[in-house]
């Protein structure tokens, strides 16, 4: 892209338009690609004709994501174990925009999964981005009418899904902490203390990370002791530490020095009521750099 001129439209929102990406694909490699196709795109055309270059480039962006969304979804159909999606270093002043944070999070990421292609982009455009009901038409190529059902029933359909619980900053970076101390320490019971009863725990080792379950680990003693044992059995130094992941507070982990995965997590009344563990190396290559997002 170093052929754009600093006052290029595109630059100007690249950071909103990959954003707009990585919400609909879950993927930053994907987002990226498709900021990529899009770009050629725009240099292909005459900018003098268009006269709101943000609308006309996310419409674009939207056309390119949806394409790789069809495309990727019959991948992930083979995909060994959960799937997850691909974590972002961001900065700690994402969180200050409470719901670009909350629809970041790896939680809600996992809930657009459910959604059908169509579903997800009118729900990222609309929710997220609040882009009028025309536009969104115009991008995924419904009449306004049909954009409005599906904006309904996509948000009825994460509204069962998404978890409930206000997010409140200070109890969740204190969870971190203590779920760092535990595994740091290997300490069973401040393990046990900082998880609720009915925890459910998610792994995404793309089959490439031995000890990774292939399943849900569900239940606080179950986890524990799934996780401890884990840990006991390493050959090398695990070393956790606390990382602003997708907008919130979680847990950057490390062997032998050498990045081994990332935690995510939701926290209900101080203790934590879900975990999600990207282990998958192809999946960890956005975790060197803080990302740019924006809407």
């Not at 799934?226 to 490390?254: C, D, F, M």
């Not at 050498?258 to 282990?279: F, K, N």
Request: aromatic share 6%; charged share 25%.
């Amino acid at each position: 892209m170093s052929t754009a001129h600093i006052d290029d439209p595109f630059l100007e929102h690249r950071n909103l338009l990959f954003t707009v990406a990585y919400e609909m694909l879950g993927s930053a490699a994907d987002a990226e690609d498709v900021l990529q196709e899009s770009w050629l795109r725009w240099a292909a055309v005459d900018h003098d004709t268009v006269q709101e270059p943000r609308a006309y480039l996310v419409r674009i962006v939207t056309r390119q994501a949806l394409n790789h969304l069809r495309a990727v979804s019959r991948r992930r159909e083979d995909y060994v174990g959960e799937w997850l999606p691909e974590p972002l270093l961001t900065s700690p002043d994402v969180a200050e925009d409470v719901e670009l944070a909350e629809n970041l999070s790896i939680a809600m990421l996992t809930v657009l999964e459910t959604l059908g292609p169509a579903e997800r982009a009118v729900f990222v455009l609309r929710e997220v981005f609040d882009v009028p009901y025309d536009e969104i038409a115009d991008a995924v190529g419904k009449t306004p009418a049909a954009v409005r059902q599906i904006a309904h029933r996509a948000k009825d359909h994460v509204a069962a899904r998404r978890p409930r619980v206000r997010v409140v900053p200070a109890e969740h970076e204190e969870a971190v902490e203590r779920l760092v101390a535990a595994l740091n320490t290997g300490d069973l019971q401040g393990l046990m203390d900082v998880l609720a009863p009915e925890v459910v725990s998610v792994a995404d080792g793309g089959g490439k990370v031995r000890g990774a379950a292939r399943r849900p680990v569900v239940g606080a003693e179950r986890l524990a002791r799934y996780l401890i044992g884990g840990i006991s059995k390493l050959e090398g130094t695990i070393v956790a530490s606390a990382a602003w992941v997708n907008g919130q507070p979680g847990i950057r982990v490390e062997l032998d020095g050498q990045l081994a995965g990332v935690i995510s997590l939701t926290v209900e009344d101080g203790r934590i009521t879900r975990i999600y563990s990207i282990a998958n190396p192809d999946k960890l290559g956005w975790l060197d750099a803080e990302a740019e997002v924006a809407r």
